[in-house]
């Protein structure tokens, strides 16, 4: 008679220390492919937080990502350590949810506008009655001038969505068809509900966008492309330089968003491939900082930038810039030595600013902002003599260039035809110490440039 037959499971299956084992192997091989085929750099520890896919479907006519620079950044070693996201999230709510939380309106008082009757929009002061308010430590609570001397051109529908903008704000904006609407990359799958997108242009950028059909022209309000939420203003009650009108967001974001909380402004030449609340915990909460902002690849020297803003043409009147420079020296400005510890230098990247909103980082937005108003929208040039002159002193951290190559992706500006015909490709700046340096061009910064040069 036959024996009957014994099934037996296998041994793989028996033991569950093998099956785990061979589960997490799995996994991880897994996690290393899809790192490597997609982000190339996964900024998450937890598999089970995926990374929101493409936010927009761009049509190929418009090409969001023509004109990339090429960076030196290494494949995944990030000079930047970021938690784990399901605990940043739930730190930087609840900081946002904290009623003592220092918010904007709590921190300063501001100059009510004058009406459409005011010459522009930030005013009209000299440079003693500007620097009348750098000193906010023994005259706390008095009305410091932050623009808005005539009313900030917007819809009041976009006015009411911007008011409700209670925690984290990420802003940009595009004067002048001058860049790309881009969309973030990388980014938590709780990030859209606890963020605010906003970005401001012009009628002469959303013309383009109606042209490309990036948004139906029957829409009325509440415009969008992908997570951005589209704000017109009509820029012809504003200045005539369409980079000046940039500054207003740029600048003022605690005053048009009065009830957030953290803010990170992005220059639409840049793209985000870090989740904005990573970005946020890491580089300013971590750091117990009131803003972070990246230092400038080449230069340390506020007359550097200046000499390279004259060279290149990035700003033409180059005698406004001498008087700039000089007003800046005679009250005060000193070239960068270790003895502004713990600054690390003079001049910033400004394309990426994460800021936390209170009285030290809105007091340094209206004072750079001011500055601005009344000479010119380069903000690095007036950066670091508003840090150094202001009172209570920022809190600032200036991260590597290394750490903004791997939370941004940059590009140029949009090439118009006339600036395609005799485009050169943009290398580093000459070395500003070969230029010539005497006391009847620069006038009273002569000392400043012994300081450095001799």
Known sequence: MRKAMVLTRPLIVQSKLLCFSLLYLFATLFLAIYTTLTTRCLFRSSPFDPIISPLFSYPSSYGPHKYALPTHRPSCSSPVFFSDYPTILREIMALCENSSFATSGAALRYMYGKGNKANNFGGDMNSPERFSYFDQENHGGIEIPCGFHKEFPISEIDKMAMEKCRGVVVVSAIFNDHDKVRQPRGMG???????????????????????????????????????????????????????????????????????????????????????????????????????????????????????????????????????????????GLLPWSPNKFPYPSDVPDSALIIRK?????????????????????????????????????????????????????????NLKQTEEKGMRRSVRPPNSSSLPVNGSYWGRCEKYLSQIWS
């Open 189 to 331: 799958s709780q990030t859209m509900a606890a963020t605010c997108f906003f970005m401001f242009v012009d009628d002469t950028t959303l013309n383009e966008f109606f042209r490309h059909r990036l948004i139906s022209i029957r829409s009325k309000e509440d415009l969008r492309i992908g997570v951005w939420r589209i704000v017109r203003v009509s820029a012809d009650d504003l200045y005539e330089n369409p980079a000046m009108n940039g500054v207003i967001p740029k600048y003022l974001v605690h005053r048009l968003f009065p009830n957030s909380k953290f803010s990170i402004w992005v220059d639409a030449k840049l793209q985000l491939v870090v989740d904005p609340l990573l970005l946020i915990h890491s580089l300013l909460v971590s750091e117990g900082v009131d803003m972070a902002i990246s230092r400038h690849p080449y230069y340390i020297h506020t007359i550097e930038e200046a000499i390279a803003t004259a060279r290149w043409k990035k700003w033409r009147d180059v005698g406004s810039l001498r008087v700039q420079m000089e007003t800046y020296c005679d009250h």
């Open 357 to 413: 909103h209170g009285l030290r980082s809105d007091l340094f937005s209206c004072l750079v902002f001011n500055e601005l108003n009344s000479f010119n929208p380069r903000d690095q040039l007036a950066f670091a003599f508003v840090r150094d002159s202001m009172r209570p002193r920022l809190r600032l951290n200036m991260f590597d260039v290394e750490v903004f190559e791997h939370v941004a992706m940059e590009y140029r500006h």
